[in-house]
């Protein structure tokens, strides 16, 4: 109790599990330059997922798993993360916000969960990463980072990118959906 951000350092490429619900009043969880691959479940609404680099270290894969009630699901990418896929699920999430800051971050593939319905990328910092999917109707990139979202083209179901408020530039293959816009 009491505790409300937990950085995890895996030191070898084992896996690490948390289970959020345990810590009361847990705001955010990160694998902090961890080796190996982190499991987060039960994130509560308002609680945020993140990797933390140092622009060295490759950092094993993130998913995070938010309770059902949670709308929303916050991940922060910052300084310098060279590392794997981000998974983020739970079963009442809309929206997906992508946050990369410190440093430019690069992570494998970006799956958000199969119920969202928005993705929004603030990129104060460069991003690229593996293929995204699961990111919903809406893909808004914003902020001056360079975001690059791989050679694999966007799922048919994302119709609309908006990158109006991105000053870095944009890299995004579309996919063969009629009705995408730009």
Same mark, same amino acid.
């Given at each position: 109790?009491?505790?409300?951000?937990?950085?995890?350092?895996?030191?070898?490429?084992?896996?690490?599990?948390?289970?959020?619900?345990?810590?009361?009043?847990?705001?955010?969880?990160?694998?902090?330059?961890?080796?190996?691959?982190?499991?987060?479940?039960?994130?509560?609404?308002?609680?945020? #997922?993140?990797?933390?680099?140092?622009?060295?270290?490759?950092?094993?894969?993130?998913?995070?798993?938010?309770?059902?009630?949670?709308?929303?699901?916050?991940?922060?990418?910052?300084?310098?993360?060279?590392?794997?896929?981000?998974?983020?699920?739970?079963? !009442?999430?809309?929206?997906?916000?992508?946050?990369?800051?410190?440093?430019?971050?690069?992570?494998?593939?970006?799956? !958000?969960?199969?119920?969202?319905?928005?993705?929004?990328?603030?990129?104060?910092?460069?991003?690229?990463?593996?293929?995204?999917?699961?990111?919903?109707?809406?893909?808004?990139?914003?902020? #001056?980072?360079?975001?690059?979202?791989?050679?694999?083209?966007?799922?048919?179901?994302?119709?609309?990118?908006?990158?109006? #408020?991105?000053?870095?530039?944009?890299?995004?293959?579309?996919?063969?959906?009629?009705?995408?816009?730009?």
């Amino acid at each position: 109790s009491g505790i409300e951000v937990l950085n995890i350092r895996t030191s070898t490429a084992g896996a690490a599990a948390v289970d959020a619900s345990k810590i009361a009043g847990l705001t955010s969880v990160n694998s902090n330059l961890g080796l190996g691959a982190v499991t987060v479940t039960n994130l509560a609404a308002g609680a945020s #997922a993140g990797v933390i680099g140092n622009g060295t270290v490759v950092t094993g894969g993130l998913n995070a798993g938010y309770v059902a009630a949670a709308t929303d699901a916050t991940l922060n990418l910052s300084n310098g993360v060279n590392g794997g896929s981000v998974v983020v699920t739970g079963t !009442g999430l809309k929206t997906l916000t992508v946050n990369s800051t410190g440093a430019a971050n690069t992570i494998g593939a970006l799956t !958000g969960a199969a119920s969202t319905t928005s993705t929004t990328i603030n990129a104060t910092t460069g991003l690229t990463t593996g293929a995204v999917t699961n990111a919903g109707a809406t893909l808004t990139i914003k902020g #001056a980072g360079a975001v690059n979202l791989s050679t694999t083209a966007l799922e048919n179901t994302v119709t609309k990118v908006d990158a109006s #408020a991105n000053t870095g530039g944009v890299t995004v293959k579309l996919g063969t959906a009629v009705t995408q816009t730009v």
